[in-house]
């Protein structure tokens, strides 16, 4: 770089600088002067009320329960059904099934294992029917059914 070319870039570099620090030093920022009164902010408690009302849960009802399936070592899935109460709509309901089938090992005390393989095969209004995988052993399947109002 030949010495003109780095006079020209200190000056550039300079007036930068010089441009820079007189617009901090002078600059202002706008008015801190509202540019209109305040808006009226308080509500009453019969409108917190409604909002209450209107943020409550959708939920009519809570159904739960489990279903216990035997000891099947052969052939496909087994299949089962279980009565419940209270009636639920079928049409408005959600069904959940626990995410494993839990079964009991007779072998050893207190000991559990667990499996994934439950699914839902039909929901009435007072019936629910779950289908598992088979294995040698007991399996526990626990639901939960939720009706929309």
Same mark, same amino acid.
């Given at each position: 770089?030949?010495?003109?070319?780095?006079?020209?870039? @200190?000056?550039?570099?300079?007036?930068?600088?010089?441009?820079?620090?007189?617009?901090?030093?002078?600059?202002?920022?706008?008015?801190?002067?509202?540019?209109?009164?305040?808006?009226?902010?308080?509500?009453?408690?019969?409108?917190?009320?409604?909002?209450?009302?209107?943020?409550?849960?959708?939920?009519?009802?809570?159904?739960?329960?489990?279903?216990?399936?035997?000891?099947?070592?052969?052939?496909?899935?087994?299949? @089962?059904?279980?009565?419940?109460?209270?009636?639920?709509?079928?049409?408005?309901?959600?069904?959940?099934?626990?995410?494993?089938?839990?079964?009991?090992?007779?072998?050893?005390?207190?000991?559990?294992?667990?499996?994934?393989?439950?699914?839902?095969?039909?929901?009435?209004?007072?019936?629910?029917?779950?289908?598992?995988?088979?294995?040698?052993?007991?399996?526990?399947?626990?639901?939960?059914?939720?009706?929309?109002?």
């Amino acid at each position: 770089m030949k010495s003109e070319e780095k006079n020209i870039l @200190l000056i550039v570099g300079l007036t930068s600088l010089l441009f820079i620090t007189f617009t901090v030093i002078t600059g202002k920022a706008g008015s801190l002067e509202p540019t209109a009164p305040p808006q009226p902010t308080m509500v009453t408690l019969d409108q917190i009320s409604a909002q209450i009302a209107a943020l409550s849960s959708p939920i009519g009802k809570v159904v739960r329960g489990v279903i216990t399936f035997p000891d099947s070592t052969y052939g496909g899935g087994v299949e @089962l059904s279980q009565a419940f109460s209270p009636a639920v709509d079928p049409n408005r309901s959600l069904v959940m099934l626990s995410p494993t089938v839990t079964s009991e090992n007779p072998g050893a005390d207190s000991s559990w294992v667990a499996r994934t393989g439950a699914c839902l095969i039909e929901l009435t209004e007072t019936q629910i029917t779950v289908r598992v995988e088979p294995l040698p052993v007991v399996k526990k399947v626990s639901y939960q059914i939720i009706e929309y109002k």
